[in-house]
């Protein structure tokens, strides 16, 4: 009797690497692959040395590592986080953020195929675009721009899902699909340009607070843990051919948010506003009665704690290199 | 002083053969790629001998063949039809379908990159899914459902639109991106589920024939001289940062255009209805104000006329074998 194994890739990214810790704390063996592309090293500090969890450095467009293959007869579950989440981060490479979302989550499939192993595919509210339906539900077809500079992630999630649901309709992989929208909390990396973690090390810093447009965009954010408890939920349940919106139904504008940080943090630093970036949604709320129905899971975390751990945690983090220093 | 070189990969497909066999006219040097999936090996013999002439048999999904990269000094267009395009033929090996789209054009397009050669990608209408707005213009987001079975060819082609406009952005290659409308001509694949080679090949011979859901779903038909007009002339255009509609506008419905295909071959076939294809598209008309204006272009073959030219192309098609064996 061999012992099951959980491949997480992406599993050193911010989403990823919770995940791990969750499923390490339940018991489970874990195989962690990332690239290092965007994740923060510290965050595979926290995991390693833990018992059951093992880390190979590996990019998913590449053919797997043969440490990975040698595996596929204990491989029961595969968790597929990997891909640059932040536009300015996935917009270095769009060639390598197409593929990793296409021919890496094939590799994945392939690997399930053979492994006889469950994929959940975290794909992304990215996937309904610039959405013209409020909130958005998983049967809208979204209103993406498949020749703009956003398409190279927008759209590599949609081929991936199309990939996922092509393997289940086939029998060669049982698959779960979950769009994720807006995560925060702790372990986010400062740099990556994503709103929450810009706002909060603004604020935490000396720099301007930076709005973009007139700050009146929406989003709707989901505290880390209530996301972790989702895409665990998903994994294990029967969900298999349709996609699930996870994230945070509460929306409320940018501005809001930003003025949640400065009351928070007790910052006095400028609000700048900056032009809005080339097909930046304007609005996003999931519609989670899928979810809620098919999982029995909700967001528990509210803004207000969730905005107060991930401040603290920031705070910590953004002091650390200066005591180092010192 | 080397000779310019052309490479179509897809060649000896529908459209592809008619290009080839256009561009030869012109008195350019072609080199065909083809995998051979759906092409009709009859398309190949039409070709073959013609001066600058030269075939190689590849999968664009594996590693383009050392006789292609050996040439790259040469290439100065290369013009991507790679694809099975009907959906019973697309949907046999959904995963080879995007790896087409996807791994395909990026080989194509970092070929082009290192020969500095400009690539067309024949996009397709199917990039609208089952639209909303009609007519369809560039800038409609589209309605594909990514998640069902026509998705493998209608993601695919998108991620291959952001694929080139990617390449284009960052200065790495010259791109053209057409949308193909529905198509028709000699040269048709008897067996491949289209429309018209179907209705014509069900009229000729004692089939039924057979039309889905009540045939009220509309469609728009080109004649493939029209669309071939077309292609070569988005090639040499400076339209590098847009796609083009390439298709005629004049719509019908498919029960029309059975009433046509009957009264031009007397047939005296039954008429069945079936039940109409998962994600069907319910209309589907380009608007090619686009290509007017910056092209020049706009289709010359009417569908009486064409219609005509294409019955009498499969009524000597559907006899050939007849004749062989008697």
Partial sequence: MTNPLTLVAGGAGFVGSHLIARLLDQGDEVLCLDNLQTARASNLRLLEGRPGFRFIKADIVDPLPQAVTAEAGRITRIYNLACAASPPLYQLDPEHTMMTNVVGTNRLLRLAESAGARLLLTSTSEVYG?????????????????????????????????????????????????????????????????????????????????????????????????????LTALMESNVGMEPVNVGNPVELTVKELADHVVALTGTRNKVVYLPLPVDDPRRRRPDISRAKALLGWEPRVGLAEGLEKTCAWFAEELARPKMAAA
Avoid: W
Wanted: proline share 5%.
């Fill in 130 to 230: 610039d959405p013209e339906v409020h909130p958005q539900q998983e049967d809208y077809r979204g209103s993406v721009n498949c020749t703009g500079p956003r398409a190279c992630y927008d759209e590599g999630k949609r081929a991936a899902e199309a990939l996922a649901f092509d393997y289940a309709r086939m029998g060669r992989a049982e698959v779960r699909v979950a769009r994720l929208f807006n995560t925060y909390g702790p372990h986010m990396h400062p740099e990556d340009g994503r709103v929450v973690s810009n706002l909060i090390c603004q604020a935490l810093s000396d720099r301007d607070i930076t709005l973009y447009g007139d700050g009146s965009q929406t989003r709707s954010f989901c505290y880390v843990s209530d996301m972790v408890d989702a």
